[in-house]
């Protein structure tokens, strides 16, 4: 191509060899230094006048650097009376900062497009950006190309029986992702989703109380501290009296249930789901002698005693729709049964000190706060991160990490999506820790009962030891990623189960049809084999 540079920077330049090989070309000379102290310095070694010019700066470990060397060059560029400037970014720096995860955080995405502008940018081109919604930080032309069709076509020419296969998001952040590609290829979708227990005022959890609920079912624990206002009301009432007390119609199941007694019943149906099937079960013996007593039933409505037309039986919760929901126990990021003893309940015995004393440690509400110190103050501490309906999959992702290295924290997974007997493509933008993939690979396998499972993703960063972690996992037969983000030489050469996609292809493309004044749609389009 004529009047068109393309210049290297230090992070990638096999690719950059890559992409000038197949637009029939040499990448530009430019000299890259640092002095003594770390500064960088560049020098452009050839005429740019009236050229489009482009830098193509991936990602790298030294990523600050990169940045830095990346800005220099536009700058250089700028100088040397270039007639446009194009970053093509396969990989974009701090893209997972692109919201506020605290009140006194940083939008370093933001950060970055500022730098860029004002180094002197025209346009930038990257691939699969973290946040799509991160191009409003530019006040340039940003093209965000996809490498879904690059990763589709490989699955349709080297995965067999690819059509009977399942695509999987390891966290709900990634649904829109992971339904994109199940389109392309015409195959269902499941998602897992991972609840971390969290710890409370006191130490303890409300995931992690089932012991304690049972006991309160069992009316087996002292109530002199705890003392329901039915009961003191009920107390206060004198038998020969010739009236009737007016009677809540919610409290009248819980005196026929024996609150009259002094006892605490089993908890409503919320709670008893959330802490086990230690209480459930109680909980169904509590209903079956509440309904002997015609005043404790609560009056419910029937799909019969409702107006309209009734729903077709077809339609009904089924067996068979609750054998696609399967949840799972991680500890230390890592699938256990479910009678490995729970490090939280272990971790409890010694920091309790809200619980009555034959439960855990001696009473100690006469010392506290009763609203602090009681059970529903502990209920409303806990707060939900996992709604399908939005979240930030970014801090979803760093909270599940973060939980996989706490040895005192058990975390519950559950998988929705029939994947047995079926190959996994488990799908995200990028794989940096390993952590979150390891679990979600463990659990469609050896709860789920797939078959064979493929760890996919754009951006292959593979921070610390991931990589070899994800080659140790049995769980894990093919890990797959394209050559945005350099990987050294002797990792690939180590690994067996890595296979990486050529995208020097799709970023020449973009260049071309961005010297030339093309159109681009047909680079998100899926090309037949």
């Keep these: 191509m004529r009047r068109v540079k393309i210049f290297s920077g230090s992070s990638h330049p096999w690719l950059v060899d890559a992409i000038c090989e197949r637009l029939g070309t040499q990448p530009a000379k430019c000299d890259l230094r640092k002095f003594s102290n770390g500064e960088t310095s560049v020098s452009i070694e050839t005429s740019i006048r009236d050229q489009d010019v482009f830098i193509v700066q991936s990602g790298?470990?030294?990523?600050?650097?990169?940045?830095?060397?990346?800005?220099?060059?536009?700058?250089?560029?700028?100088?040397?009376?270039?007639?446009?400037?194009?970053?093509?970014?396969?990989?974009?720096?701090?893209?997972?900062?692109?919201?506020?995860?605290?009140?006194?955080?940083?939008?370093?995405?933001?950060?970055?497009?500022?730098?860029?502008?004002?180094?002197?940018i025209d346009h930038?081109?990257?691939?699969?950006?973290?946040?799509?919604?991160?191009?409003?930080?530019?006040?340039?032309?940003?093209?965000?190309?996809?490498a879904e069709p690059?990763?589709?076509?490989?699955?349709?020419?080297?995965?067999?029986?690819?059509?009977?296969?399942?695509?999987?998001?390891?966290?709900?952040?990634?649904?829109?992702?992971?339904?994109?590609?199940?389109?392309?290829?015409?195959?269902?979708?499941?998602?897992?989703?991972?609840?971390?227990?969290?710890?409370?005022?006191?130490?303890?959890?409300?995931?992690?109380?089932?012991?304690?609920?049972?006991?309160?079912?069992?009316?087996?624990?002292?109530?002199?501290?705890?003392?329901?206002?039915?009961?003191?009301?009920?107390?206060?009432?004198?038998?020969?009296?010739?009236?009737?007390?007016?009677?809540?119609?919610?409290?009248?199941?819980?005196?026929?249930?024996?609150?009259?007694?002094?006892?605490?019943?089993?908890?409503?149906?919320?709670?008893?789901?959330?802490?086990?099937?230690?209480?459930?079960a109680h909980a169904r013996a509590v209903d079956a002698a509440s309904s002997q007593n015609p005043r404790a039933q609560i009056p419910r409505s029937t799909p019969s005693d409702e107006p309209g037309p009734k729903e077709d039986s077809a339609d009904e919760y089924t067996d068979e729709r609750a054998r696609e929901v399967i949840t799972g126990r991680l500890i230390q990021g890592h699938l256990?049964?479910?009678?490995?003893?729970?490090?939280?309940?272990?971790?409890m015995s010694g920091s309790v000190a809200t619980l009555p004393g034959d439960v855990m440690g001696a009473p100690q509400y006469d010392e506290q706060d009763p609203m602090t110190s009681s059970f529903m103050s502990h209920l409303s501490t806990v707060t939900s991160h996992n709604t399908l309906g939005g979240g930030n999959a970014t801090a979803e992702s760093?909270?599940?990490?973060?939980?996989?290295?706490?040895p005192e924290l058990e975390q519950t997974i559950t998988l929705v999506g029939n994947v047995k007997d079926r190959t996994v493509f488990i799908m995200d933008d990028l794989i940096d820790q390993c952590g979150s993939w390891i679990a979600a690979a463990e659990t469609v396998v050896k709860r789920g009962g797939a078959k064979k499972v493929y760890c996919i993703a754009t951006h292959g960063l593979f921070g610390y030891d991931s990589l070899?972690?994800?080659?140790?996992?049995?769980?894990i037969d093919f890990i797959v990623v394209t050559n945005t983000y350099p990987i050294s030489p002797e990792r690939i050469r180590s690994s067996r189960k890595l296979v990486i996609l050529d995208v020097s292809n799709l970023l020449s493309e973009a260049i071309r049809r961005n010297h030339y004044g093309e159109s681009i749609s047909q680079l998100f389009q899926h090309y037949p084999d």
């Design 60 to 120: 790298s470990k030294k990523i600050n650097d990169t940045i830095m060397e990346l800005l220099i060059m536009i700058s250089a560029c700028k100088g040397g009376s270039a007639q446009s400037i194009t970053a093509v970014m396969p990989y974009f720096p701090y893209s997972r900062q692109s919201k506020k995860k605290s009140h006194r955080g940083a939008i370093a995405a933001r950060l970055v497009a500022n730098l860029l502008s004002v180094a002197g």
């Design 124 to 146: 930038v081109i990257t691939v699969d950006l973290h946040a799509p919604p991160t191009q409003g930080f530019f006040g340039k032309p940003v093209d965000n190309l996809h």
């Design 150 to 280: 690059l990763i589709a076509r490989w699955i349709r020419n080297h995965v067999t029986g690819w059509r009977e296969a399942v695509v999987v998001s390891k966290n709900p952040g990634g649904s829109k992702r992971v339904t994109s590609l199940a389109d392309a290829l015409k195959l269902n979708f499941g998602i897992i989703t991972t609840d971390r227990r969290r710890m409370t005022m006191g130490g303890t959890s409300m995931l992690d109380m089932s012991g304690y609920l049972d006991r309160m079912g069992d009316s087996t624990f002292d109530t002199n501290h705890i003392q329901p206002p039915e009961t003191q009301a009920e107390a206060s009432i004198d038998p020969t009296a010739d009236f009737e007390q007016p009677r809540d119609p919610v409290a009248q199941p819980c005196r026929a249930s024996g609150l009259a007694d002094g006892h605490f019943p089993a908890l409503s149906m919320p709670i008893r789901q959330a802490v086990g099937a230690n209480s459930r």
């Design 336 to 347: 256990v049964d479910d009678d490995h003893p729970s490090p939280v309940l272990s971790t």
């Design 398 to 406: 760093d909270d599940e990490e973060e939980g996989f290295k706490n």
């Design 468 to 475: 070899e972690q994800m080659e140790e996992c049995e769980c």
